[in-house]
C-alpha cells in the first residue's frame, strides 16, 4: 500500500509540472507587449488557433486528472 501513495505522489507531481507547463504555454486574451510585436505577424501569416484550442483541452484534462489525484491522496490518508 505504501508504494501505491508514493507512485501516486510521483505522479500528482508529474501532473503539476505538466498543468504549470501547460498554463504558461498558452496565449493570454491581451498579449501585451509580446503582442504588439507579433501582431504584425499574425496579420500576414494568420494566428495559429490549432495550437491554442489543444492547449486549452491538455489544461483541462491535465486539471480534471490533478484535482481527483489530490481527492483520491487527501481520503487515503
Known sequence: ????KIV???VQVLLSIALITAVILQSGRSAGLSGTITGGAETLFGKKKGLDELLSKVTVV???L???LC?????WE
Open 66 to 68: 490533478y484535482g481527483a
Open 1 to 4: 500500500m505504501d508504494v501505491l
Open 62 to 64: 491535465t486539471a480534471i
Open 71 to 75: 481527492l483520491i491522496l487527501v481520503m
Open 8 to 10: 501516486l505522489t510521483v
